[in-house]
Structure formats: structure tokens, C-alpha cells
């Protein structure tokens, strides 16, 4: 099983960001995918989660109406887009599956 993140970076507040998760090693389309986050000295907050057709969306609170998750199963690859920034947005942020998998992140710095 590999996940590999990308898309993060340095962002002002405001803006935005699409993350990516490249997906192999396993049939991602029969899993529910999350992503989930890490503030510095922080420990892992849920974001979101999409079922495994990507017809349906759950996100935590803190980024519900900002925040859209979707999925691409032709292409193995998870999606996070994210609008209106904030600062509390810093983290790295991982994709996976709660059965067990996890990527190695991808850092994105909301900072003016």
C-alpha cells in the first residue's frame, strides 16, 4: 500500500489549496478515504471523509462550507480542496484509511 500527498505549501490566509493523494497497492475504490491533520504540538484532528463512489462527504466542523473532499477512482487519487484559509489551518495533513494506511503528509502553512 503507498498514499503519497502533495499540493501543500504556503498560503496567506484567505487563500487556498487542492491537496492530492496518490493512491496504489490496493483497490481504492472500495475503501472510505479520510483526511486528517496535525497542528505543531497538536494531535491528529478528522477533516473529512468520502465514501468509497465519492457520493458522499463528511466533514469536521472546523472546516465544514470550506473544505471539499473528492475522489477520482479512475485515477487512484483522493482530493482536498481547500478555500478561506485560516491560520489555524497550519498542519500537515495526511490522507489514508481508518482500516490501517496512512500517508506521510503534506505541510501546509497558512501565514500572511
Known amino acids: 500500500v503507498q498514499l503519497v500527498e502533495s499540493g501543500g505549501g504556503l498560503v496567506q490566509p484567505g487563500g487556498s489549496l487542492r491537496l492530492s493523494c496518490a493512491a496504489s497497492?490496493?483497490?481504492?475504490?472500495?475503501?472510505?478515504m479520510s483526511w486528517v491533520r496535525q497542528a505543531p504540538g497538536k494531535g491528529l484532528e478528522w477533516v473529512s471523509e468520502?465514501?468509497?463512489?465519492?457520493?458522499?462527504?463528511y466533514y469536521a466542523d472546523s472546516v465544514k462550507g470550506r473544505f471539499t473532499a473528492s475522489r477520482d477512482n479512475a485515477k487512484n487519487t483522493l482530493y482536498l480542496q481547500m478555500n478561506s484559509l485560516e491560520t489555524g489551518g497550519t498542519a500537515l495533513y495526511f490522507c489514508?484509511?481508518?482500516?490501517?494506511?496512512w500517508g506521510q503528509g503534506t505541510q501546509v502553512t497558512v501565514s500572511s
Open positions: 497497492g490496493f483497490t481504492f475504490s472500495s475503501y472510505y
Open positions: 468520502i465514501n468509497s463512489g465519492g457520493g458522499s462527504t
Open positions: 489514508g484509511s481508518f482500516q490501517g494506511f
